[in-house]
């Protein structure tokens, strides 16, 4: 089933009544019987009852008695590499977490590539929630996922439990715990929206449709971004965008591994420079490597590369001197030091020397955004100068340069990225 949809082909036919979807229709539970046994039983049966198959599977750390899970914690423990025995005699929190937080997604990994998994579901608090949404975002984008969370509100936990991944979730406000009339309608309208997620036809991009590509975006650079993804478009390609803040490229690198983009338009890879600094917008350490690896063209450009965007709590002395751009009253741009910009070329370099496919970097030479034009303060083509002096030397000979007499938000400059686009892709 799932190599079909990866293929493009929409499963299941829509010519089949719902009632034949639906009876084919699998759905994994993720939950920790011990502590939410009660209140997932029900959901499954209520999942049952509209027609689903729920595939039950206990993430319990602790629990002594019998369960009746599909899969058990015994089953989830031996495919993280341990037992149930040496999970519950250990001390180690963190240790054994994270052996059944692998184990759990080798299962749910190794379930959608034998066609025997449409959905995910999970219910807990805080620790069931963290561990059953890592195990969710184990499976690719595409494949519905929901969270039941009491603790979805809480701050900084619902960044945590969506990170990277295509995850819904359904803040129940009560506890988790007991079966009151208030918590069977929060279960019963997450099954029914499970339901609803997984009974349509799904169809992921047809490869007779063009190429998919897969461009980074930011405010400061948006109007490139558009021209770009419009052209593309017009080309009969499909231009997918990414919010290049931090958390939509780590997403984007992910996807790329998945093997779902032909192309990559990189204008906005200022997260290679904000993971070296430990700033707000870092893309984590394999930013800008998944499509050398894969192969894939990449265009790479410098929207906010020359920029920085430290947690103003974390500001060092020098950066309240430094030359800046407020962007609204919550955020403010910093302006990287020639040395700390010479920094960034080196890892772009790093990073792309080991591309297997083909690679045009292109530099706009009147600024890297609107941020970046003149009157701003920031504004500094001659300090970007030492950006592109640093990223030439070892770079590899089959990687070009191309500098274009335009600021990033001109239409000449748009116009040189999809022209060296489409000769590329």
Not at 167 to 181: K, M, P, Q, Y
Not at 259 to 278: K, M, S, T, Y
Request: hydrophobic share 40%; glycine share 10%.
């Amino acid at each position: 089933m799932m190599a079909e949809w990866l293929a493009g082909e929409p499963f299941p036919s829509s010519a089949r009544s719902v009632d034949q979807v639906m009876a084919e229709k699998t759905v994994l539970i993720i939950s920790t019987l011990d502590t939410k046994g009660v209140e997932t039983y029900y959901l499954r049966d209520k999942l049952e009852s509209l027609g689903l198959k729920p595939l039950l599977m206990d993430i319990s750390m602790r629990g002594e008695g019998p369960t009746r899970a599909d899969i058990t914690p015994n089953q989830v423990a031996a495919a993280g590499g341990s037992s149930i025995e040496a999970i519950r005699a250990s001390a180690e929190r963190s240790r054994i977490t994270n052996i059944t937080i692998a184990g759990a997604s080798r299962i749910a990994v190794e379930r959608l590539a034998q066609g025997g998994l449409d959905g995910v579901i999970g219910m807990g608090g805080s620790t069931g929630s963290l561990m059953a949404t890592e195990v969710m975002r184990a499976l690719p984008f595409g494949i519905p996922k929901l969270m039941i969370s009491s603790t979805a509100a809480l701050p900084g936990l619902s960044t945590r439990y969506i990170g990277t991944g295509d995850i819904a979730l359904f803040h129940s406000v009560i506890e988790i715990s007991g079966l009151s009339d208030l918590l069977k309608n929060v279960i019963d309208r997450a099954a029914h929206a499970m339901a609803g997620m997984v009974q349509g036809t799904v169809t992921l991009p047809r490869a007779g449709t063009g190429k998919a590509i897969a461009i980074t975006m930011l405010g400061p650079c948006e109007q490139c971004a558009s021209f770009v993804r419009t052209a593309l478009e017009q080309a009969g390609h499909q231009a997918i965008g990414f919010s290049a803040a931090g958390i939509g490229d780590r997403a984007m690198e992910e996807m790329i591994t998945q093997g779902l983009f032909q192309g990559v338009i990189d204008l906005a890879p200022g997260g290679v420079g904000e993971h070296v600094f430990g700033f707000m917008r870092d893309a984590g350490p394999n930013r800008m490597e998944s499509a050398g690896r894969a192969g894939i063209p990449q265009i790479i450009s410098t929207c906010s590369v020359n920029h920085m965007t430290p947690a103003k709590s974390r500001y060092k002395p020098d950066y309240h001197e430094r030359r800046k751009y407020d962007l609204d009253k919550y955020r403010t741009w910093i302006r990287l030091s020639p040395n700390e910009l010479r920094q960034v070329a080196a890892a772009f370099r790093e990073k792309l020397n080991g591309a297997k496919g083909p690679v045009k970097v292109l530099i706009p030479l009147k600024g890297w955004s609107s941020v970046d034009a003149p009157g701003n303060a920031t504004y500094d083509p001659q300090e970007d100068r030492g950006f592109v002096e640093e990223l030439r030397k070892g770079l590899d000979p089959r990687i070009e340069i191309l500098e274009v007499n335009a600021n990033m938000e001109d239409p000449e400059f748009a116009e040189a990225v999809v022209q060296t686009s489409l000769r590329l892709l």
